[in-house]
């Protein structure tokens, strides 16, 4: 086979299959390319996206669609997501809407490319696609259950403060994300 992006790792399973994992960021075009040349290459029989039933929508939005949703957020909408995933859990999501948004803003990129990638590029190959990730309310919910009572608050008050809002974070710093060793010291400072 011809060479894989770098991002790939294989995976041989017992039963003779084989798996090939891409590693993505979700705000990263070259994370896009990396699934679109993965699956051009594989012609695999399933494509398993890491996304819920929540989010599936996201799959056959445009990218000028996302960003201005996100531009788009206002307090009928937080309203609307806290009555719907409840109070927390809506305001977070809601939180979350509105930081990605200042990274569209900075970066010039929707989340979400490699899904929409992976389910475009499994289409046309024929393949099987899944939705692989739990509900992103769940994720959510026990996210926060996992956090002392201060320092959910602490993380309130970070994430509604101007600060939260205005990272500075460039294309590079995406892509140094895809790293393992970035990832997992990502991961133990959280």
């Known amino acids: 086979m011809s060479s894989l992006p770098d991002t790939v790792s294989v995976l041989d399973c017992p039963n003779g299959s084989k798996v090939y994992l891409v590693g993505t960021a979700h705000f990263s075009k070259e994370s896009a390319t990396d699934v679109q040349k993965t699956i051009q290459q594989v012609r695999p029989d399933g494509v398993v996206l890491e996304l819920c039933v929540e989010r599936q929508m996201i799959l056959n939005m445009r990218d000028e669609d996302i960003m201005q949703q996100a531009k788009d957020l206002n307090w009928e909408k937080v309203r609307a997501f806290m009555a719907s995933e409840g109070q927390v859990a809506g305001l977070t999501h809601a939180v979350f809407i509105k930081i990605s948004a200042n990274l569209m803003d900075k970066l010039g990129v929707a989340p979400g490319g490699e899904f929409r990638m992976g389910f475009q590029e499994g289409t046309k190959v024929g393949s099987t696609i899944l939705l692989g990730d739990r509900s992103i309310r769940m994720t959510f919910k026990r996210a926060l259950r996992a956090l002392?009572?201060?320092?959910?608050?602490?993380?309130?008050?970070?994430?509604?403060?101007?600060?939260?809002?205005?990272?500075?974070?460039?294309?590079?710093?995406?892509?140094?994300?895809?790293n393992f060793d970035m990832v997992e010291m990502l991961t133990g400072e959280l």
Do not use: G, H
Not at 149 to 160: A, P
Not at 161 to 167: I, N, R
């Open 148 to 178: 002392p009572i201060w320092q959910q608050l602490r993380l309130f008050y970070m994430l509604f403060t101007s600060v939260a809002f205005d990272l500075d974070i460039s294309p590079e710093d995406i892509e140094k994300m895809k």
